[in-house]
């Protein structure tokens, strides 16, 4: 009963998002935009000396707005995702475990639909901008990339445990998009920045996963950032615990409230 709930809950969430819309369209389409557009104005051959080593721009960039694009759609559509179809969500939370439904559900349709914005980012650098990576460390930079995925997760679950309202995510979402672009190495290495500006975007956990990641698939030869790694996965526990305790403490009876 309690899996049946949760396939049609996620299905219907999933064809909520999906649905043949002009926001559908500008969600998944607006990052290729921004790549195509970036790099019309800053020559796609360009070529980046990091770690002495040259590597092509358009690479360096891909691989930044495609985690950048994924982490900012989490942090703006899950908090607004559970939230969704108020009437079901009260007959849910009320039932034996119908949190946990409603939580998983959101966190897999969110899922779906930001690796569906990912893959359509990665799609399009292949095939307009011949996008590469190395595959020595496939399967580490996955580890690393499921990592971010779980910490912005983390996040987003607090974000919504801690009494933020929901009409208040649009705007949440933009101001985050739009630190984590200029602030965490998506378009510039981090190493361009002024001091002391290069040193504190490592405070940001995008900015730890994304150079590791940029470390992984661009460099064959370069081990990753040990420190960068350890900081991540406490980041990672330190928010999980976290959240667990704010659900635990307010979930149920704030949503029930709201409701």
Do not use: C
């Not at 990641?213 to 350890?230: A, H, I």
């Amino acid at each position: 009963m309690l899996i049946n709930a949760f396939i049609l809950l996620t299905i219907k969430k999933i064809r909520n998002n999906l649905s043949f819309t002009l926001s559908t369209f500008t969600t998944i389409l607006q990052p290729i935009l921004w790549l195509s557009i970036f790099l019309y104005l800053r020559e796609e051959h360009i070529v980046l000396n990091l770690y002495n080593n040259q590597i092509r721009y358009i690479d360096f960039l891909v691989l930044g707005i495609f985690v950048w694009r994924t982490v900012s759609f989490i942090l703006g559509k899950f908090p607004s995702s559970i939230k969704e179809d108020a009437s079901a969500i009260r007959s849910i939370i009320i039932s034996p475990g119908g949190e946990k439904i409603l939580i998983w559900s959101s966190i897999i349709a969110t899922f779906s639909i930001a690796m569906i914005i990912g893959s359509s980012i990665l799609l399009a650098a292949v095939l307009l901008y011949d996008f590469s990576i190395f595959l020595n460390h496939i399967i580490i930079a996955f580890l690393v990339f499921l990592l971010i995925i779980i910490i912005h997760f983390e996040i987003a679950s607090i974000i919504v445990i801690s009494h933020i309202h929901i009409k208040d995510m649009k705007s949440i979402g933009f101001i985050t998009t739009t630190i984590f672009g200029l602030s965490a190495g998506v378009f510039f290495p981090v190493e361009l920045f002024p001091q002391p500006f290069d040193n504190l975007a490592y405070v940001l956990p995008l900015t730890q996963g994304l150079t590791l990641m940029r470390e992984l698939l661009l460099f064959p030869n370069l081990l990753p950032n040990m420190n960068l790694l350890f900081m991540l996965l406490s980041e990672t526990v330190i928010l999980f615990i976290s959240a667990i305790i704010l659900y635990k403490k307010n979930f149920k009876s704030y949503w029930l409230e709201k409701l």
